[in-house]
Nanobody, 117 residues
């Protein structure tokens, strides 16, 4: 089970940190990712991180503004979001256990992020 938290309403230029806590099984050896889905749009990958945290990748739209990290001791993955823009408004989902190209086995329920202009 994956549970996200940390979403909310923030003004343009503000910051939020999302957390994703895993439980019920070990996620220590899983690659993790954050996705988002805005109203009327398809879900898109925002950031990914390997099981050991050594490699991260970002969508071009969030590069240099968002940072993905993980603390395996706490079974938690984070998404630090800075310089937020209205176009970042979406439901953000945590995902674990990469099984294909941008396909993950486990998903959280999502947390809403709204950036007001």
């Amino acid at each position: 089970q994956l549970v996200e938290s940390g979403g909310g309403v923030v003004q343009t230029g503000g910051s939020l940190r999302l957390s994703c806590v895993g439980s019920g099984r070990t996620f220590t050896y899983d690659d993790m990712a954050w996705f988002r889905q805005a109203p009327g749009k398809e879900r898109e990958v925002v950031a990914t991180i390997t099981y050991n945290g050594r490699r991260t990748e970002y969508a071009d739209s969030v590069k240099d503004r968002f940072t993905i990290s993980r603390d395996n001791a706490k079974t938690t993955t984070y998404l630090e979001m800075n310089s937020l823009k209205p176009e970042d408004t979406a439901v953000y989902y945590c995902a674990a256990d990469l099984v294909g190209v941008q396909k993950y086995r486990y998903w959280g329920q999502g947390t809403q992020v709204t950036v007001s202009s």
